[in-house]
Nanobody, 126 residues
Framework: QVQLEESGGGSVQAGGSLRLSCAAS????????MGWFRQPPGKERELVTA????????RHADSVKRRFTVSRDKAKNTMYLQKNTLKPEKTAVYYC???????????????????WGQGTQVIVSS
């Protein structure tokens, strides 16, 4: 069992910065890929970016611009998401996810991931 918990969400003024953290606990050694998903109001959850745990290789989903920065701290079992100059279109619930299979790094479907955080709301106001 792996537990994931996001933090850092809340209300942000347009032009501000987003800094989210995802703390992993439990059987974290079984995690080989992690990703950030988002769910805008009234839409399906979608992949934003993913990272491999061992090497820290990153990618973005083809459907999003590559303006997010994802990183991880192996010693702290924590993944981060950062973006500056936020726009209202980025308003969404952001989810942290972890996958046992490293190949999930190349997938966009949320079914490719095994563990999920509860999500953190990010509201970007104009």
């Amino acid at each position: 069992q792996v537990q994931l918990e996001e933090s850092g969400g809340g209300s942000v003024q347009a032009g501000g910065s987003l800094r989210l953290s995802c703390a992993a606990s439990g059987r974290t050694f079984s995690t080989n890929a992690m990703g950030w998903f988002r769910q805008p109001p009234g839409k399906e959850r979608e992949l934003v970016t993913a990272i491999t745990w061992s090497w820290g290789i990153t990618r973005h989903a083809d459907s999003v611009k590559r303006r997010f920065t994802v990183s991880r701290d192996k010693a702290k079992n924590t993944m981060y998401l950062q973006k500056n100059t936020l726009k209202p279109e980025k308003t969404a619930v952001y989810y942290c996810a972890a996958a046992v299979y490293e190949g999930s790094y190349y997938r966009t479907a949320d079914t490719s991931y095994d563990y999920w955080g509860q999500g953190t709301q990010v509201i970007v106001s104009s």
